[in-house]
């Protein structure tokens, strides 16, 4: 829970400007440009393809602001339920690992809670292929899940968890797969997962502080592009 807070309130502040700033510009295209759109008709002067097609989505929006509103509505609500559906889940897990930003970070949030979880059931007593059965339905990426399934069956045929993480070179880094192995050879495989657990629990927390540092500054280079280019637009005439 704790470190999904931290990756959403990093989210929090770009949502709410990226929104803010969708609803003044449609504002602005529904009560502002037809007022400078009459100004231009009243000069009679040619304008520049920038101006005609603001001048274009903003006619469009007055006359089918309703029509639109009610695509977007349709169109959430059919990505919400794509994202709940089986299908649409798996091809988000597959998509985001693969996300310049936010992969790294999803790798990172499945492997702390992938060590969390595993280390608190074999300190528990339980044997390590029903740690792994468990611990594959508590991580939310499908790639993830289907590692631990594949290591389940692997490991009931001789196979040491260590050998079949490395298998999987995108998923987990050589740290865990190195320190799982140390764990096996000296029997201290819970106590190795609560340190790998520890190590990428405060790395996701570094990373959500510094994608909150970056995200700003980036941030105020996307609106002063919109706004800029709303002002070339309408002021170059």
Known sequence: HDL?????GAMIYPAIVISVLVVIGVLMLIYVVPTLTQTFKELQI???PLTLFIIATSDFLQKYIIWVLAALAVLGYLAYRGVRSSWGGEFISRVGLRLPIFGPLI?????????RTLASLISAGLSITKSLEITGRVL?????QES???AVTSIEKGQSFSE???QYPRLYPPLVVQMISVGEETGTMSRMLVRIALFYEEDVSETTKNMSTIIEPLMM???GT?????AISMLGP
């Open 4 to 8: 999904r807070a931290k990756v959403r």
């Open 46 to 48: 040619k304008l520049p």
């Open 107 to 115: 790798k990172k949030l499945n492997t702390a809670r992938m060590a």
């Open 140 to 144: 939310g990426n499908v790639e993830y």
């Open 148 to 150: 631990l399934a594949e």
């Open 164 to 166: 079949i993480l490395r």
């Open 221 to 223: 280079v996307v609106i």
């Open 226 to 230: 919109l706004v800029g280019f709303f």
